[in-house]
């Protein structure tokens, strides 16, 4: 167990930062599933936009890599692009 104050609250900071980024990993995980479930083009132009803006800043606060917000992005895109 940790001794000095800081280190007391250092834990209890990054314990609420887990939980934070969890949420927002697991609340854009479902965002995509719903845009992968997505049959019409002009619901799905319009969750592509969210998606993007959600993975954009998971990977801006180093919650995700930015390789993979990039990876993700662009499937999802061709995705979208190819519904008819």
């Known amino acids: 167990m940790a001794n000095h104050k800081s280190a007391l609250k250092r834990i209890r900071a990054n314990e609420k930062k887990r939980l934070r980024n ?48 990039a990876n993700n992005k662009s499937k999802l895109t061709r995705l979208v692009n190819n519904i008819a």
């Open 22 to 69: 969890r949420f927002q990993v697991k609340t854009t995980r479902t965002f995509i599933k719903k845009l992968r479930n997505s049959k019409d083009k002009n619901e799905a132009q319009d969750l592509l936009k969210k998606v993007s803006a959600m993975l954009d800043r998971l990977a801006r606060k180093n919650v995700i890599h930015k390789n993979k917000a």
